[in-house]
């Protein structure tokens, strides 16, 4: 059987299948389609079939990233939307959390995200729930279905509830979707307590907005995906026809969700606001297991693609999670990879500031028209462009299905060029010199920022532009070196067959540790797991594959964050000691023994976990004699001058190959060039390891 991991970015469309009886694997792009992305989804379907010589009936699970949700977030398509929240708490969202995103320099302090829903739309509902989620006042039935009969006049497409303190007690949002299905049924409904059951209700109410704003788009993105792998299935050849409908089966498809694990499409258009991190999620775990596979356990993983390059670490094979993100300046406490993104992809437009000065994204041309030298019909240089007219890159991407004009793209260059005083190579250079920095900068943000030495680390590299800056990242940031896998293009399409199904809960319990209830405690764990078991079940899983596992929110009384630690049994004093340990490695101290410092419970959490085979990572081919061979030679400008360049096929270089810069790595979907003073060794599993070893 066949499974097959299909990732949808900006530009193109990455796919990967393997074939489970065999052990073959393949990877490939077509472009991406973003009128339609399903119709890019459903094209590399096909192609990965060709590829393996098989047939839609010989697909076992088809896993899925998007950035549907993620795009229409980023982009600000936020409308008929409708909050419902507690009467005399209308105001939640302009209250909202102040922050200060720059220092205290700027000529203005406080920053708020952007509204979500405008004013006319808020609607409170009488009742009150305590914090402990006793009755204080009776849910107003009158009141609810009021404000259900003015969001439908108002046109409103999705509604989000956040009742206070409904993370203790659901039944008043409950009670509300009721009156919502009876008044308004065709409109989506997020509910809090279903979507984010923990306290602060200014992010609990944002996250479920979200969730509800994106509803609609992944409903009817995923309904369109389920048609056209319905309409493939028919189409396999089948000996009987005649008994179609009875013989039919429905391919398993699974999304990617933002916290590290997978759902299938039915599960995830009920919880979609869990996808806004899909895509980049799945690359930082294809990354981290073919690491892991290699021997780092210590990386920093960048995924460079045609609109922009996210950044993560990972630490001992797990990339880092956080419940602080957001997209599009809407904030989500929903559990996600921690993942920084900035406009430095390979589509990214170089321009010039007001002041003249030379700008890099985050703008992008994306897959249409594309940069200068598709030929499309794009007219602004863009980074792409650069690398070409520098020799960096070859005339052809996807091993020639994409021609690119170079003349063009120089001409782009020129004309900006000449805007600085500055020759087309000039201008090239300096675009990747910016691109660079860029990109350092962000990975600055998931280290240093968090207390992590950035030289104690390895950089994985891949998405079709991820490596072609790797060496200048190493001599910005010192960097232990550079490792790129093979068929770095699809490494988010191959994580996406390593990811088991994962659900996240969690249940606020807010107790100094000196008085928490341990029964109770033990029981709510308990319950959270039952609520994983059944959805686990609900998925196929046995009893006996699935896994859960306890965390727990903790901080010191008086604190306003809190810092997740393990909470794997019963021993409360272990969790504590934990938590002392972990805020040590992340601020810098800890009141461990100090009694004047209590520490306090926030939030319990169990993730339910059902394991999938993960593909088998082959080694690659010894040489046996010789030496690499270039496969040809052409001018690249590295410094000033352009210089004569061996460049190599990848295909072509086994295990404990060795070539010394300045060379060209291409394959289909990728480059990598190897600056001068650099040194390009092949490892056992067919990983390029760049290190340093000239003068920089």
Not at 363 to 386: I, N, Q
């Amino acid at each position: 059987m066949i499974r097959i991991g299909i990732d949808t970015g900006g530009t193109f469309t990455d796919v990967v299948a393997v074939d489970d009886a065999t052990g073959r694997l393949a990877a490939s792009k077509v472009p991406s389609t973003p009128a339609d992305p399903s119709e890019g989804f459903l094209a590399a379907v096909r192609k990965a079939l060709t590829l393996l010589d098989a047939t839609a009936g010989d697909i076992a699970v088809v896993s899925h990233g998007t950035t549907v949700a993620t795009n229409q977030l980023l982009q600000g398509k936020v409308t008929d939307l409708g909050f419902v929240t507690t009467a005399g708490f209308e105001h939640l969202l302009e209250i909202a959390r102040q922050s200060v995103p720059d220092g205290y320099g700027n000529s203005y302090f406080w920053v708020k995200p952007p509204r979500i829903v405008p004013a006319d739309l808020v609607h409170g509902v009488g009742g009150r729930l305590d914090a402990d989620g006793a009755e204080v006042r009776p849910f107003d039935e009158a009141s609810a279905r009021e404000a259900a009969r003015r969001l439908k006049a108002a046109g409103v497409r999705s509604i989000g509830v956040s009742f206070l303190h409904s993370y203790a007690n659901p039944d008043h949002e409950q009670a509300m979707r009721a009156v919502l299905q009876a008044e308004f049924p065709e409109a989506a409904v997020s509910l809090s307590c279903e979507v984010l059951p923990e306290y602060r209700e200014y992010e609990r109410s944002m996250t479920t907005l979200v969730d509800a704003a994106v509803k609609p788009t992944v409903s009817s993105y995923v309904s369109r995906i389920r048609e056209r792998l319905d309409a493939l299935e028919d189409c396999a050849d089948l000996e009987d026809h005649a008994d179609l409908a009875q013989r039919r089966r429905r391919i398993p498809f699974y999304v990617m969700k933002s916290n590290g694990g997978v759902l299938s499409a039915e599960e995830v258009v009920r919880q979609p606001v869990t996808t806004v991190l899909s895509g980049p999620a799945a690359g930082a775990l294809g990354a981290a297991l073919l690491c892991a596979h290699a021997g780092f356990d210590r990386i920093l993983t960048l995924d460079g693609g045609g609109t922009s390059t996210d950044v993560a670490v990972v630490l001992h094979g797990e990339p880092a999670v956080t419940t602080e993100g957001g997209v599009g300046g809407y904030p989500s406490k929903i559990p996600m990879i921690d993942v920084v993104t900035v406009g430095a992809g390979g589509g990214s437009v170089a321009w010039l500031s007001p002041q003249g000065l030379l700008k890099v994204g985050p703008r992008s041309a994306g897959a249409d028209p594309g940069p200068v030298c598709y030929g499309r019909g794009g007219a602004e240089p863009t980074v792409t462009d650069a690398h070409l007219v520098l020799g960096r890159i070859p005339e052809g991407l996807l091993g020639g299905e994409v021609p690119l004009d170079r003349a063009a793209a120089r001409a782009g260059l020129a004309g900006l060029g000449d805007k600085l005083g500055l020759t087309a190579e000039a201008t090239a250079a300096g675009i990747l010199e910016i691109s660079a920095w860029n990109q350092a900068n962000a990975l600055r943000q998931v280290t240093v920022k968090r207390g992590l030495d950035v030289r104690d680390f390895l950089l994985t590299a891949f998405g079709g532009s991820g490596a072609l800056l790797s060496c200048r990242l190493v001599d910005i940031l010192g960097l232990r070196g550079v490792l790129v896998p093979p068929h770095p293009g699809n490494v988010s399409a191959f994580g996406l067959l390593t990811v088991d199904v994962r659900n996240d809960y969690v249940q606020t319990y807010v107790r100094r540790h000196d008085r928490i209830d341990t029964a109770q405690v033990t029981a709510l764990y308990a319950e959270l797991e039952r609520e994983a078991e059944q959805a686990l079940d609900a998925e196929g899983f046995a009893k006996s594959e699935q896994v859960f596992k306890r965390s727990a929110d903790l901080r010191y009384f008086g604190q306003a964050y809190e810092v997740r630690v393990p909470a794997p049994d019963d021993d409360f004093d272990a969790v504590v000691e934990a938590f002392h340990t972990a805020h040590e490695s992340m601020y810098g101290y800890s009141f461990r023994g100090d009694e004047r410092q209590t520490v306090e419970w926030v939030n319990l959490r169990v993730a339910g976990i059902g394991p999938i085979r993960r593909p088998a990572i082959a080694e690659a081919p010894a040489r046996e004699t010789g030496k690499p061979e270039p496969a040809g030679v052409r001018p690249v400008w590295f410094g000033d001058e352009p210089v004569q360049t061996s460049v190599y096929d990848r295909s072509a270089l086994m295990a404990g190959d060795r070539i010394t810069g300045p060379a060209i790595v291409q394959e289909y979907g990728s480059t990598v060039p190897v600056h001068p003073g650099f040194a390009c060794a092949v490892d056992r599993w067919g990983n390029l390891l760049l290190t340093r070893e000239g003068p920089a």
